[in-house]
Nanobody, 125 residues
Framework: VQLQASGGGLVQAGGSLRLSCAAP????????MGWFRQAPGKEREFVAA????????YFADSVKGRFTIFRDNNKNTAYLQMNSLKTEDTAAYYC???????????????????WGQGTQVTVSS
């Protein structure tokens, strides 16, 4: 499974960005998806996750109320809508997919089988 992340960029604090993660292939609609991020010198951390049909989501406390995760299975794409961005949101963002427990949004990165390339998000003050 190849995941294709896109949508990163440079934005001012308070601004918004939408990240996309495309997973071509009809079978990939049964995958639960997650977003993680890694800032320089820091460990990778969980951001948000959504189950296979979008009915269940979960967010890290640091992004609750600002980020939304959703998916369009007709397009085999998951999205991370990021609003009210802060400088501390600056990181490389990675999408991931797992099929072992597709009904659940999973926060453990070790549960994910497939990873996309990172897309850089830089928030300036």
């Amino acid at each position: 499974v190849q995941l294709q992340a896109s949508g990163g960029g440079l934005v001012q604090a308070g601004g918004s960005l939408r990240l996309s993660c495309a997973a071509p292939g009809r079978a990939n609609r049964r995958f639960a998806m997650g977003w993680f991020r890694q800032a320089p010198g820091k460990e990778r951390e969980f951001v948000a996750a959504v189950n296979w049909n979008g009915a269940a989501t979960y967010f890290a406390d640091s992004v609750k109320g600002r980020f939304t995760i959703f998916r369009d299975n007709n397009k085999n794409t998951a999205y991370l809508q990021m609003n009210s961005l802060k400088t501390e949101d600056t990181a490389a963002y990675y999408c991931a997919a797992q099929r072992r427990r597709p009904t659940m949004p999973i926060i453990d990165d070790e549960a994910y089988e497939y990873w996309g390339q990172g897309t850089q998000v830089t928030v300036s003050s």
